[in-house]
């Protein structure tokens, strides 16, 4: 017989400002970000049956999305749903029967974090469903195996993120923001742009990166303190960059300047790439201005969204 059914909001998030620093012993770069959560993103519905522990998920993509993998279709280990089911099972002994139906809406491969907060949303309403009583950081530290940018969607709202993305400090967002996401009719692998920004830096013999190569007026920011001050600015002003962007800007006929190129003569004060791509936003005051935005983007055959900054992250309703 049918159990509780909870349904949770697996909200995406942007990179306002992307330093990639050096290669660590284990593999991973040391990273400088800013994450903002926003409120569009993707949505689970998780039904407890019988006791046996078996999952079955189902995904249902909605219309203008980029490519991707089917997530039911993918192997287990790289399937973050079943990844965070299996996490839980292991750590509490939750064996109920589950079924997960998975409403997606965030491209796949945009660099917006639609896996990882889909990982995390499953690792939050499972433990309201099974009782656990994890609070956030336990959560955070639980789902850090499953990937550097899950712990951040524990919390949402806005942090500097350090580390190979694990670390996080909570950050103030003084004014409301709107965004216009674009994303071309593709993805981006991540895997590739790392590979392509380590070439680069190879052949310039040095860490050059989007701040040096004139992408940015402001100097490359180190300092956690420096990038929390400049949040606090107009985002006319914001010294943001991201460091992927010089190595990606002559990808298919240079659509990310085309992209950012566009937003910003829709009035964008400020225009970003989100992580390693394929999802450009400009930064709009609330209203018609971001609506009017998104209409004139939606001509090009971009996928577009308007959406807002999220100060927290919802929370899991049980049905």
Sequence with gaps: MPGRTCRLDAPAKINLHLEVEDRRADGYHNLISIFLAVSFGDTLVIEENGAGGTTAITMERETGLSGGDDLAALPPEKNLVFRA???????????????????KRVPAGGGLGGGSSDAAAVL?????????????????????????????????GAALVTGRGEIMRPLDVPAPLCFVMV??????????????????????????????????????????DYLA????????????YNDFLPVLAGEQDGIYPRMMGELHAAGAAFTGLSGSGSS??????????????AARLKKHGF?????IFLASMPDPMLQ
């Design 183 to 224: 994303t071309p009719r593709f993805g981006s692998s991540t895997a590739r742009a790392f590979a392509l920004l380590d070439a680069a830096r190879g052949r310039a013999g040095g860490n050059a990166g989007y701040g040096d190569a004139g992408y940015g007026d402001g100097p490359r920011a180190h300092h956690g």
């Design 124 to 156: 939050r309403a499972l433990n309201v469903l099974a009782g656990a009583g994890y609070g956030r950081d336990d959560l955070a530290a639980l789902s850090a195996c499953l990937g550097s940018d899950v712990p951040f969607f524990m919390y949402g």
């Design 303 to 307: 996928f577009v969204q308007t959406t």
């Design 85 to 103: 089911v299996e996490l839980f099972r292991e750590k509490t002994r939750y064996n109920r029967d589950l079924a997960i139906r998975l409403i």
């Design 229 to 240: 001050r400049a949040l606090g600015a107009e985002p006319s002003s914001w010294p943001f």
């Design 280 to 293: 450009c936003f400009g930064v709009f005051p609330p209203g018609t201005a971001a609506r009017r935005a």
